[in-house]
Structures are given as C-alpha cells and as structure tokens.
C-alpha cells in the first residue's frame, strides 16, 4: 500500500464536517448518507474515515451501474423504434413504387382464381360426356364423386 501523509487518518472517526471535506460534498450529504444508512456514525457526530469513504464510493458505483443500465435499455429501446419507423417507411415506398399489394386485394385474386378453377372442374364430368358420348351414367358419376371428393379434400387443407 503507498502511504500518503493521510494514511494516519484512515481508520481515525471524525467529524461530519471533516468526512465532507474529505469526499467534496456538503454537510447535508453527509446527514442524507448517514439517514439512508449508506454510512453508520461510530459515536454521536463521528464517522471512521476508511469504512465511510468505502461506503459512499461503493454507492456511488452502485447509482453508476444502474444509470448505465438504464440508459443502455433506453439506447436499446430508441433502437428497436428507428428500425420499426424505417421499416414502416420502407413498406409505404415499396408501395408507392407499386411494388406491394395489400393483403386483401392479394386474397381477392386467388379467391376469384380459385372460385374459377373449382367450376372448371364440376363442368368436367358434363365436357366429359360430350366428348366420350358411350360413357355410362354411372361412369360419369364416379367422374363427378372423384372431382367432388378432390376439391373437399383441398378445401379442408386449406388449399
């Protein structure tokens, strides 16, 4: 340990007026400290020197640690709001350009695809029957059961 001409005082008491002159505050810190419990009076007016300095510096780290917490949830935080805007920004140009759709006008297509595709289908049996006249109408039938039967099965799929 270097030794300082302060080194004696270092496990001495004193008074409140001399351990605020020590750390750089006022009397009243001192008083709040003590009140907070951050450091314990060894007699009426007196402080051990080491052991309060110790004290207040460990509290002071302590409220450091915090703010940086703090500040780096907030810096997080004002991160997660700039790319949300600039992703939001990106979207209304991309739509602008008429390079995005909106999600109903997109499900509006396929439905009428869709709608399309499924009567093309139930018409097959008929288009069948016209173009293969010796076809029996159990034959067809069986046609129309499968053609039914393939459009349930993908509508319960959600295709």
């Known amino acids: 340990m270097i030794q300082t001409s302060d080194s004696r005082h270092?496990?001495?008491?004193?008074?409140?007026?001399?351990l605020a002159d020590w750390l750089g505050v006022s009397e009243r810190a001192i008083s709040d400290y003590a009140r907070k419990g951050i450091i314990a009076r060894s007699?009426?007016?007196?402080?051990?020197?080491?052991?309060?300095?110790?004290?207040?510096?460990?509290?002071?780290?302590?409220?450091?640690?915090?703010?940086?917490?703090?500040?780096?949830?907030?810096?997080?935080?004002?991160?997660?709001?700039?790319?949300g805007q600039a992703d939001k920004l990106e979207m209304q140009n991309a739509a602008t350009r008429r390079e995005l759709l909106s999600a109903k006008l997109v499900a509006d297509e396929w439905?009428?695809?869709?709608?399309?595709?499924?009567?093309?289908?139930?018409?097959?049996?008929?288009?069948?029957?016209?173009?293969?006249?010796?076809?029996?109408?159990?034959?067809?039938d069986i046609i129309d059961r499968e053609i039914r039967d393939a459009l349930e099965e993908a509508a319960n799929n959600g295709l």
């Open 10 to 18: 270092s496990d001495s008491e004193i008074s409140a007026v001399e």
């Open 111 to 140: 439905a009428s695809i869709l709608r399309l595709v499924r009567s093309r289908m139930l018409a097959t049996p008929s288009r069948i029957q016209q173009k293969l006249g010796h076809l029996s109408a159990h034959d067809l």
């Open 43 to 83: 007699a009426p007016g007196k402080f051990k020197l080491r052991e309060s300095v110790k004290a207040v510096t460990s509290h002071l780290r302590e409220l450091s640690a915090q703010r940086g917490a703090s500040s780096a949830g907030l810096t997080a935080q004002r991160e997660r709001i700039a790319r």
